[in-house]
């Protein structure tokens, strides 16, 4: 499986490199945003990405990834020394899957990393060619293929993180159904990486943005949580 760093401090690099590699992954590095983006980054299972960098951020990085459907399935941890709610929820709002703070503990980042790539494995099961065509969810114009983790609106391409698919495939599994954060953070994050209640909100608001129209059958339940009515 391989992993793409991507900071401009050389050293980090480096020893992210040399500790992911003793986990069996396969790590490249790259100092740049620019760099990396030379890079065939569709080949990735995971990246990296340091948020201050030269030129271009890793924000802006994440956004061109997020809004290319080639590559917008990767998950992205972000790492960075800036601090505070407010930096936590951009990188969400953009389409991180977790968010580091520096100084780096490795023990955090290699269980960080592991969570991802157990969340990525566990939502993409293997199937046969002869059931393929049965794991699909339809609900009028929207149409979710849990085999090729797509979903498709009103015909078109929608272009999903992995948590906006998770979490649109558990409501259309269970509409008409009150789930509380905590009951969207049990079955949609990765179980060992803390989650906030701000987190849950942020990620349902982008849900129903993605969403267009369709976004309204997302209610809220004050004092509850959420549920898709249809």
């Known amino acids: 499986?391989?992993?793409?760093?991507?900071?401009?401090?050389?050293?980090?690099?480096?020893?992210?490199?040399?500790?992911?590699?003793?986990?069996?992954?396969?790590?490249?590095?790259?100092?740049?945003?620019?760099?990396?983006?030379?890079?065939?980054l569709q080949d990735y299972s995971l990246i990296l990405l340091d948020v201050m960098m030269g030129e271009m951020s890793g924000f802006q990085m994440a956004r061109r990834l997020k809004d290319d459907p080639a590559t917008a399935h990767i998950p992205i941890i972000?790492?960075?020394?800036?601090?505070?709610?407010?930096?936590?929820?951009?990188?969400?709002?953009?389409g991180a899957d977790d968010y580091i703070a520096k100084?780096?503990?490795?023990?955090?980042?290699?269980a960080r990393v592991r969570a991802v790539i157990r969340r990525t494995a566990q939502s993409h099961p293997q199937h046969s060619d002869s059931t393929a065509h049965d794991n699909r969810i339809h609900y009028e114009g929207i149409v979710i293929d849990l085999n090729a983790k797509a979903v498709a609106l009103d015909g078109n391409e929608l272009v999903c993180t992995k948590l906006e698919f998770e979490l649109l495939s558990f409501f259309l599994q269970h509409p008409d159904k009150v789930f509380?954060?905590?009951?969207?953070?049990?079955?949609?994050?990765?179980?060992?990486?803390?989650v906030l209640d701000r987190t849950v909100d942020v990620n349902i608001t982008r849900l129903r943005k993605k969403l267009g129209h369709y976004g309204k059958h997302i209610k809220t339940r004050v004092g509850y949580g959420y549920c898709f009515e249809k």
Request: include cysteine; charged fraction near 30%; aromatic fraction near 4%.
């Open 103 to 110: 100084p780096l503990s490795m023990k955090e980042v290699k």
């Open 180 to 194: 509380s954060r905590e009951d969207l953070i049990k079955n949609c994050w990765p179980h060992d990486v803390l």
């Open 78 to 94: 972000f790492i960075t020394a800036l601090d505070g709610e407010d930096n936590l929820v951009k990188g969400l709002n953009i």
């Open 1 to 40: 499986m391989k992993i793409l760093v991507v900071d401009d401090e050389q050293d980090i690099c480096e020893i992210l490199q040399y500790n992911l590699e003793t986990e069996g992954f396969e790590v490249m590095t790259a100092n740049s945003a620019e760099e990396a983006l030379e890079l065939p």
